[in-house]
């Protein structure tokens, strides 16, 4: 398939889309956009011609970055002949995040980075968490780094204070306690 430049006023956007991001959100899509183009241009906006309209089933939040850059053609990829059924599993599978984390080499990246590129979610959790077995000889987990939430778990570092979510805190409990044996 091939990437065509089009002119954004021949799009049109998904009605009813079950995918939408915040204006913090929309702000961070837009420096991207705009400080890496050429990811841009790899990760095009796919469109359907089902209707007999160029309606975008993936890419939406990209496109409407672009709209409020005044970006005036976006790189675009049409899949021709498709079903609705299809498209419904375009759309879906597009926002589906697949995967995991490696807690232990995401660490070594620098925080801020992560950060400004939209990573989030991701935090330690609390010392208590942790079974009586886990001896902490080397002041990992009571490191000044780490801070514990009330009833939500945390990794706060540099200012920043990032819940976690169960499956998250389980991995890193694995993690933490191979470590320290």
């Given at each position: 398939?091939?990437?065509?430049?089009?002119?954004?006023?021949?799009?049109?956007?998904?009605?009813?889309?079950?995918?939408?991001?915040?204006?913090?959100?929309?702000?961070?899509?837009?420096?991207?956009?705009?400080?890496?183009?050429?990811?841009?241009?790899?990760?095009?906006?796919?469109?359907?011609?089902?209707?007999?309209?160029?309606?975008?089933?993936?890419?939406?939040?990209?496109?409407?970055?672009?709209?409020?850059?005044?970006?005036?053609?976006?790189?675009?990829?049409?899949?021709?002949?498709?079903?609705?059924?299809?498209?419904?599993?375009?759309?879906?599978?597009?926002?589906?995040?697949?995967?995991?984390?490696?807690?232990?080499?995401?660490?070594?990246?620098?925080?801020?980075?992560?950060?400004?590129?939209?990573?989030?979610?991701?935090?330690?959790?609390?010392?208590?968490?942790?079974s009586n077995e886990v001896e902490d000889t080397h002041n990992v987990l009571r490191n000044e780094n780490y801070e514990a939430?009330?009833?939500?778990?945390?990794?706060?570092?540099?200012?920043?204070?990032?819940?976690?979510?169960?499956?998250?805190?389980?991995?890193?409990?694995?993690?933490?306690?191979?470590?320290?044996?």
């Amino acid at each position: 398939m091939e990437v065509i430049y089009r002119k954004t006023e021949t799009l049109k956007r998904l009605e009813n889309n079950p995918r939408s991001i915040t204006k913090e959100q929309l702000v961070k899509l837009q420096e991207s956009i705009q400080n890496n183009p050429d990811y841009f241009e790899a990760r095009p906006i796919i469109l359907s011609d089902r209707t007999g309209q160029l309606v975008i089933i993936a890419g939406n939040q990209r496109y409407e970055a672009c709209i409020q850059l005044g970006i005036e053609e976006v790189p675009t990829v049409l899949i021709p002949n498709l079903t609705e059924e299809r498209e419904r599993e375009i759309i879906i599978r597009d926002n589906v995040s697949n995967g995991q984390w490696d807690m232990t080499r995401l660490f070594e990246w620098d925080c801020r980075e992560l950060m400004e590129w939209g990573l989030d979610g991701i935090s330690f959790p609390e010392m208590n968490d942790f079974s009586n077995e886990v001896e902490d000889t080397h002041n990992v987990l009571r490191n000044e780094n780490y801070e514990a939430g009330a009833h939500i778990k945390y990794l706060a570092f540099e200012g920043y204070k990032i819940p976690i979510t169960d499956v998250e805190l389980e991995r890193l409990k694995q993690c933490a306690n191979e470590y320290l044996e």
